[in-house]
């Protein structure tokens, strides 16, 4: 099967420029993360959706970040005016919900600098 | 919510010796998952194991649920296994991962 695709691969802007990070998940998993990953730390959760629906979003910076799933199938990140503290991997995964202790795959990821 | 420790924050060994990781977790994990990331790659699943002990080929994972705390080790280790190990875990029925800090793996030939 397919993994997780993620695009674009890198992206530097500017600090107060906006970007959007793409994420195609497994097809059939209905459940998808995004993390957030800064140089030498472990990935931090931002929002994750089952199916259309917003789970969690309570790490997601909603001043600045959004994140959608309209169909249950790819999602959007968004930063609306970045900052240079944005910079990071930001790291999508998916995993079927109903499947005991199925494994998270995850994509590639989108490196992130903010000058 | 849940936290995740990891242990060492970096190891550095020779070829051919054994490696092993320490994870603990400050609520009991309902699940445990070891992923391994390479210098600017993406993190890949080794094992997903909430309780006992699982092994695949060179690794094994042994997780002691009541006592918080779960254990990779890897046998034999090789150059290629150079890399960041992460170990995650979440609580209930929540679904969503925390993730420890990694382990910095070096082999050196």
């Known amino acids: 099967e397919a993994g997780v695709t993620q695009s674009p691969r890198y992206a530097v802007l500017q600090e107060g420029q906006a970007v959007s990070f793409w994420c195609d998940p497994i097809?059939?998993?209905?459940?998808l993360y995004w993390y957030q990953q800064p140089r030498d730390q472990g990935p931090q959760l931002l929002v994750y959706?089952?199916?259309?629906?917003?789970?969690?979003n309570s790490q997601l910076p909603s001043d600045r970040f959004s994140a959608v799933r309209p169909k249950g199938t790819n999602s959007t990140l968004k930063i609306q005016s970045a900052k240079q503290g944005d910079t990071a991997t930001y790291l999508c995964?998916?995993?079927?919900?109903?499947?005991?202790?199925?494994?998270?795959?995850f994509g590639s990821g989108t490196r992130l600098l903010v000058i | 919510g849940q936290q995740v420790q990891q242990s060492p924050s970096s190891l550095v060994l020779q070829e051919g010796e054994n490696a092993e990781l320490q994870c603990n977790f400050s609520?009991?994990?309902?699940?445990l998952q070891w992923f391994y990331q390479s210098p600017g790659g993406s993190l890949v699943s080794l094992l997903s194991?909430?309780?006992g002990t699982k092994h695949t080929g060179r690794l094994t994972s042994t997780t002691v649920t009541k006592e918080r705390r779960s254990s990779l080790h890897i046998s034999s280790s090789q150059t290629t296994d150079s890399g960041t190990y992460l170990c995650?875990?979440?609580?209930?029925?929540?679904?969503?991962?925390?993730f420890g800090q990694g382990t910095v793996l070096s082999v050196i030939p």
């Open positions: 194991n909430p309780s």
């Open positions: 609520s009991t994990a309902t699940q």
């Open positions: 959706f089952r199916d259309e629906a917003v789970i969690d």
């Open positions: 995650a875990s979440s609580t209930g029925g929540n679904n969503k991962l925390t």
């Open positions: 097809s059939g998993h209905d459940t």
């Open positions: 995964a998916s995993r079927r919900r109903d499947t005991a202790n199925s494994d998270y795959t």
